[in-house]
């Protein structure tokens, strides 16, 4: 099978080969190049037949036009452009018209190297070299017949430019070739990008929806709980314990607002209120205040080290851990005392959670299960983890629940643009 052959010098057009992109500029330009070489070539035999008195000077002007029109009749018919076997027969028609041309003058001789173009554009290659060759022969010997000679220079000059014709061609025809490859290999580039830009679109939206699935359990889900177990407490109170039921419905009225709050910075995607102005030791340590007035249990904040500024991202990951371990706490551990400890310790920043309550078999955790809170221990690792840290945690039923996470001081690189609350 031929390979693409580019763009064919006559008309502006291509002979079937849907690989072939639109003539360029520069195609054009080669075409009429061709065609004023062509004319200019028949025009000289046509002038020096009549210049020079010549005999049948009136049969070589008539087979220099019909030659002519010959040749301007391919690129006007629609065939020409669309069918090899039409260009063929149209090149076959233009060589007649020629060899009449040829046999009547010797200037014919030289409309032999445009021919030579034509054939190796048209023609497929296994046919254009016998096709140059055979008008290469026709010049010389038409040449010699005129000059009742034959000589070794005589067949040189046909002979030298067939080669030269065909070292042009073939040397184009390369480049068309390779300039294809390459437009095939960037359109191939091209789509890879986009697609590997699809790929990039859709993970960042499912770790975005992640991001968003971790940050409602943590604040909105874990608020919304508190509320329910306060109202619970209401129900308990009441009617036989007014006081203790207002206190209750005062501390669910409490947790709302800040819950409230929680969703429209979340929305507004901005900074958690709690570290609104404030430093984290002082957010945690209001976080244990809130849950010792609002549950039955007893919440410690406690400092050690010297702290150090933190990235927000730092900052949002331990304060959402922690309000993630009280709420578990609360919710399911039936403890009494429970202690969040900020420690600054030189290259690493660590946070730890400890109660007193029932403790779990850590290796037996269930499944994540969104509908019934299971995003908790997830979510923390999962954080953790975005930013170069670590999460453990120890547990065994009957001795309390100890969870210890801890971040580098310095924030990875890639992981500081992603500081999101």
């Known amino acids: 099978m031929e390979a693409p052959r580019g763009p064919l010098p006559y008309g502006g057009r291509t002979v079937k080969n849907a690989a072939a992109p639109a003539p360029t500029p520069t195609t054009r330009a080669l075409t009429w190049s061709l065609h004023l070489l062509i004319i200019g070539l028949l025009a000289l035999a046509g002038g020096r037949a009549v210049a020079d008195d010549r005999p049948h000077t009136g049969m070589v002007v008539a087979a220099a036009a019909a030659c002519g029109l010959v040749y301007a009749a391919g690129p006007l018919l629609p065939r020409v452009g669309r069918s090899r076997r039409a260009a063929a027969c149209w090149l076959a028609a233009v060589g007649a018209v020629w060899l ?60 030298l430019g067939a080669a030269v014709a065909i070292a042009v061609v073939w040397g184009y025809q390369a480049l068309y070739r390779e300039s294809e490859q390459r437009r095939r290999l960037i359109e191939e580039l091209t789509a890879t990008r986009a697609d590997l830009a699809q790929a990039q679109h859709t993970a960042g939206v499912l770790a975005e929806r992640e991001r ?17 177990l306060l109202l619970r407490a209401v129900e308990r109170a009441l ?15 409490q947790a709302a607002v800040d819950n ?42 406690r400092l050690t080290g010297d702290p150090a500024p933190l990235p927000t991202a730092h900052e949002v990951a331990l304060l959402r851990i922690a309000q993630s371990a009280l709420a578990n706490t609360v919710r399911h551990a ?43 221990l997830a ?9 170069g840290g670590t999460l453990a945690i120890e547990s065994a039923p009957g001795r309390g629940t100890a969870l210890a996470a801890q971040l580098p001081l310095t924030p990875r690189p890639e992981t500081e643009p992603e500081a999101h609350p």
């Open 100 to 159: 009449v041309l040829l046999a009547l003058s010797p200037d014919g001789a030289w409309v032999a190297f445009p021919l030579y173009f034509l054939q190796l554009h048209l023609l497929p290659r296994r046919a254009a070299l016998p096709a140059v060759a055979a008008t290469a022969a026709a010049a010389v010997a038409g040449f010699a017949a005129h000059q009742h000679s034959f000589g070794l220079a005589m067949a040189i000059g046909p002979a």
């Open 260 to 301: 409230l709050a929680e969703a429209r910075r979340f929305v507004a995607a901005l900074t958690p209120p709690s570290l609104d102005g404030s430093t984290l030791a002082g957010a945690l340590e209001r976080l244990c205040a809130t849950t010792s007035a609002r549950h039955p249990l007893t919440a410690r904040f």
């Open 212 to 228: 968003l699935a971790h940050e409602i359990h943590d604040t909105l889900a874990q608020g919304l709980s508190s509320i329910q």
């Open 239 to 253: 009617p036989d314990r007014p006081d203790t039921a207002a206190r209750h419905a005062e501390a669910a009225r």
């Open 379 to 387: 979510a923390m690792r999962a954080r953790m983890h975005a930013l």
């Open 334 to 376: 039936r403890a009494t005392t429970a202690e969040i400890t900020l420690g600054y310790l030189g290259d690493r920043t660590a946070l730890d959670v400890v109660d007193d309550g029932t403790g779990f078999h850590p290796d037996r955790l269930p499944a994540p299960d969104p509908e019934h809170g299971g995003f908790g």
